[in-house]
RNA sequence: GCCGGGGUGGCGGAAUGGUAGACGCUACGGACUUAAAAUCCGUUGGGGGAAACCUCGUGUGGGUUCGAGUCCCAUCCCCGGCACCA
């Protein structure tokens, strides 16, 4: 055997091929002809934070072997990456540190994006975006004027969501159980006028077309579906006895009318304060500011037990002519439909539970399955009490009783969505400016468009920057100061920045012609490369921003700058990384745990107390150390936890590769997973063999030529060949369904053929193929050790230059198999058989096996199952 | 409560209705070494057996089928989302 005189040494390796690959270029985006095979592969772009982990960079890991892949199957392929550079990360990092947020941001993307040139993740950096640059947000600013000029944009004072550590309002979208999404205090209600988008009317469309992806996974359909909350239904009138005024009301249940036996209005309803009694003012009034006051949270709370109070007034049941009274409850809600209903206690849960605690009437108009013991029955039933409804069932009641609505005018079907339109306001300083006028003779006047960019001032000074409760900008004169481009009087500009989701609804169109000074993006190569064919990114925006990419998406296909109606093809949501964390001290103390220290315990959500057994079902250790108890667990890892393996130092002692494939294998992509030390020892042990095998070969490799006819080959050979194109064809298909955890272990199980075949054999065409092929399909994975393998090979390119070998489906085709043989059902026996043997030759050679002739000895054959190529089940009795 | 996804060795996890546990980790045994590390070889779901082999086994209970981890019905549990939306 030759010596090994090489090493696999990935810190000479690494750097070598890094550079090699940007002198090539090898990931740079071109457009083709119509027609050209393309891939545009995309990750979600981050804040720029600095520093990464191994947590950050597994779905660059995943984009970058999927980039490299469709490289070597000779896609045009777009692999970008850019930074969503605006927002409070930066602003509150300025007002921790003294720096700009400018200084700050362009400091992190440097950081992050050395990182990712450590770790081989190769993207086209010549169209990097970066959200917080004049020369993208400019476009933010056009797409808002394109959007009011169609009557998408508009301006609305009403209750919003106040977040007081944020110090600004927030979007429906980022309120998550009361509290902002990303500070996590709780949200109050204010009464401010704010910009809006109008995404509610594209509610239908963004619905409906949920089903042209079936690349989605269902979770995050399902979770879109839901946040539109379409429900069908009717809208009509209910007149206030001895007023003017009429109640409109929505129900999806119209067909239940008569038995509408009281109103509820929200708190909130204009009506209230008119149609209040004298007698009941005092309580009504009490009621609605105690509602004011209440936080969301406290009205959404688990043990919420009905409240209200009735005003006094009645209405008419259009339906059947009967005074019914009119309440208030904060059970119905203000937002939506018409912030009133008609309360059917009979056949709704809630409105049954109000009319039991203050006494109303209840009157049943469907008819409940017999012994029905429950209380409001809300399943479908031939309706009763319901004059000419009665006998109808559900459909059929609804048509019937909106018929008879819009005929007699009193109201008419009507579709409901939940989805509220998009406040996009912020009061804080880092961000896009609204790029309007308030002018006090023409009103509000929209910037020119020749007057874009309207440029963020440089705010140097703390205070400057620090939320005040209104924006920063509004400090400055210089900034807001402007002439009213209508009158050329004074005016002054919108002194709020966008909300940073904003620029991320689009950044994927700028990506694809990222440089252009004229327009977003020029439609040709936007329609070239879009739709996305695979995004990656994390579950947390499955509302969010996926929510409003598709609306922009859609408003930039109305605008005819995109053909696309859909931005993002092929959708994955990854798995998080954890990593093992030390929460803290403890003590044990009658068998159970006590933590010293609670900063890591709460983080975590740890109780105090726990017992061994509950923690290590937790999946938690005690770990000893210098005669102290320490409590280990696996937790997602993050920077304020301290748990995140660092790319750089990891880089620097173990080896870019080395954390790919750890990253790649240790769990189905969609999983979480934990990043352990034994996890990475597997890696490099993989890796290292793979150099072994190359190395301990590479004379030969060199001496042999693979002059190859695969119908020639025989015994080993063939077995190899064939071996070699299963997996080819395996590793082909897990890459294209992100399954990087199978394609690996096939890889794995490869080279193990590949050792079983140099025990015996010596280097021949097919193996020196199969050692081809195999870096081929080792590259997106370990892309630098494939390549310097590779090199060692074929001295002309790279390896992602040469193409991905075609599978030879003849070779699929086993010459022999191993049939297994079943007795009644069971395995008793297995005989390797030749693939063209007949059903005859079969069934007699597994009646040769001794343990099948043993368990049919004085048994009669009933039947016999033939799989050909799989198995022979013998069914027998007695 | 409703919706989505799960439940397979000590662990991560594989399995177009056809050999359950691929691949890896851990553990154990052995080789090499002055020694250790690394590496290599072997064993590793439970029970029985000297072995051949038998038997049980994919949350639980039924069913369909020659054959079920996979399909159907019921049920329990776990994770995620939504939750007074009329």
């Given at each position: 055997m030759v010596p090994t005189t090489d090493k696999y040494n990935p810190h000479e390796l690494e750097p070598k091929w890094q550079k090699y690959w940007d002198e090539i270029g090898l990931l740079e985006a071109k457009e083709g002809p119509g027609g050209t095979k393309k891939a545009y592969i995309l990750v979600m772009f981050p804040y720029p934070s600095g520093d990464l982990h191994m947590g950050h960079l597994k779905n660059y890991t995943m984009g970058d072997a999927l980039a490299r892949f469709r490289t070597q199957q000779g896609y045009h392929v777009l692999h970008p990456f850019g930074w969503d550079a605006f927002g409070l990360p930066a602003e509150n990092a300025a007002l921790k540190f003294g720096v700009s947020p400018a200084d700050w941001t362009f400091g992190n993307i440097q950081q992050s994006k050395e990182s990712l040139g450590l770790m081989g993740i190769r993207y086209d950096w010549s169209r990097e975006v970066t959200t917080c640059t004049p020369e993208y947000y400019r476009w933010n600013q056009w797409i808002f004027l394109k959007m009011y000029e169609r009557g998408l944009v508009y301006r609305k004072k009403s209750l919003v969501n106040w977040d007081p550590v944020e110090q600004s309002v927030l979007a429906n979208e980022q309120v998550i159980d009361g509290r902002g999404w990303r500070s996590g205090a709780l949200v109050e209600k204010r009464e401010l006028e704010q910009w809006y988008l109008k995404i509610t009317d594209y509610a239908e469309r963004l619905l409906t077309d949920l089903e042209k992806l079936p690349r989605w996974p269902e979770k995050v359909k399902a979770m879109q579906r839901a946040w539109i909350g379409k429900s069908q239904g009717a809208e009509f009138d209910f007149q206030v006895k001895g007023h003017e005024a009429k109640i409109r009301v929505f129900s999806t249940r119209p067909d239940t009318i008569f038995g509408a036996t009281f109103m509820v209005l929200a708190p909130e309803h204009e009506l209230v304060a008119q149609i209040t009694t004298p007698q009941q003012k005092e309580a009504v009034e009490a009621y609605v500011s105690a509602a004011k006051m209440k936080s969301e949270v406290e009205r959404q709370r688990e043990d919420r037990e009905k409240t209200g109070v009735f005003t006094g007034a009645y209405a008419l049941n259009p339906a059947n002519g009967k005074e019914i009274p009119v309440w208030i409850a904060d059970y119905v809600l203000s937002g939506y439909g018409t912030g009133a209903i008609m309360a059917v206690p009979g056949q709704d849960e809630r409105d049954w539970e109000f009319a039991e605690k203050f006494g109303l009437e209840i009157i049943r108009t469907v008819q409940p399955p017999e012994g029905w013991q429950g209380k409001a029955y809300t399943e479908d039933g031939p309706a009763i009490n319901s004059d000419f409804l009665d006998g109808l069932y559900m459909e059929e009641a609804k048509k019937k009783v909106i018929a008879w609505m819009e005929e007699k005018g009193i109201g008419e079907g009507k579709v409901n969505y939940r989805l509220r339109d998009w406040l996009i306001s912020r009061q804080r300083y880092w961000g896009t400016p609204i790029p309007m006028i308030h002018c006090e003779r023409c009103g509000i006047v929209p910037v020119p468009y020749e007057q874009l960019p309207v440029e963020l001032p440089t705010l140097r000074d703390v205070d400057d920057i620090r939320p005040k409760g209104k924006s920063p900008l509004a400090a400055h004169p210089e900034f807001y100061e402007c002439e009213c481009p209508k009158c050329g009087g004074k005016a002054r500009r919108d002194t709020d920045t966008m909300d940073t989701f904003f620029d991320s609804s689009w950044y994927f169109l700028r990506y694809t012609d990222a440089q252009n000074p004229n327009q977003p993006f020029d439609p040709a190569k936007a329609n070239f490369w879009m739709p996305v064919d695979q995004y990656i990114g994390g579950i947390e925006h499955a509302i969010l921003h996926l929510l409003y990419s598709r609306f922009f998406t859609k408003f930039l296909h109305d605008l005819g700058l995109v053909e696309a109606e859909e931005p993002f093809e092929g959708l994955f949501t990854q798995g998080m990384v954890m990593g093992w964390t030390n929460v803290g001290q403890v003590e044990l103390r009658e068998g159970r745990i006590h933590f010293l220290d609670d900063a890591r315990r709460s983080k975590l959500e740890l109780p105090q107390g726990l017992t061994v057994e509950e923690a290590e079902k937790g999946g938690a250790e005690l770990r000893q150390e210098g005669g102290q108890t320490y409590f280990w667990k696996p937790a997602v890892m993050s920077k304020s936890l301290g748990n995140g393996v660092m790319v750089g130092p990891f880089v620097k002692e173990q080896g870019a590769d080395i954390a790919r494939v750890t990253i790649l294998f240790a769990a189905p992509p969609e999983n979480e997973m934990v990043w352990t030390e034994e996890g990475v020892q597997g890696s490099w042990r993989f890796l290292n063999r793979v150099f072994r095998r190359v190395s301990e070969d590479r004379a030969e490799l060199e001496r042999v030529s693979e002059g190859l006819e695969p119908a020639a080959l025989s015994g080993a050979d063939r077995a190899l060949y064939q071996k070699l194109h299963r997996t080819l064809k395996k590793v082909g298909e897990d890459i294209e369904n992100l399954r990087f955890n199978t394609a690996v272990a096939a890889l794995m199980e490869l080279l193990n053929a590949l050792y079983d075949y140099r025990k015996e054999r010596a280097v021949s065409p097919v193996y020196r193929t199969a050692i081809r092929y195999y870096l081929q399909m080792l590259a997106p994975f370990a892309p630098h050790l494939a390549e310097e393998l590779w090199h060692w090979l074929?001295?002309?390119?790279?390896v992602f230059q040469a193409r991905w070998p075609e599978v030879d489906t003849a070779a699929l085709v086993a010459d022999s198999f191993e049939l297994v043989v079943q007795v009644s059902g069971k395995v008793r026996g297995k005989a390797t058989v030749p693939a063209e043997a007949s059903e005859e030759e079969v069934k007699r050679i597994a009646r040769e096996i001794e343990n099948v002739k043993a368990w049919l000895e004085g048994k009669q054959v009933v039947k016999e199952i033939y799989v050909p190529g799989k198995l022979l089940n013998i069914v027998v009795k007695g």
């Open positions: 074929d001295q002309g390119r790279s």
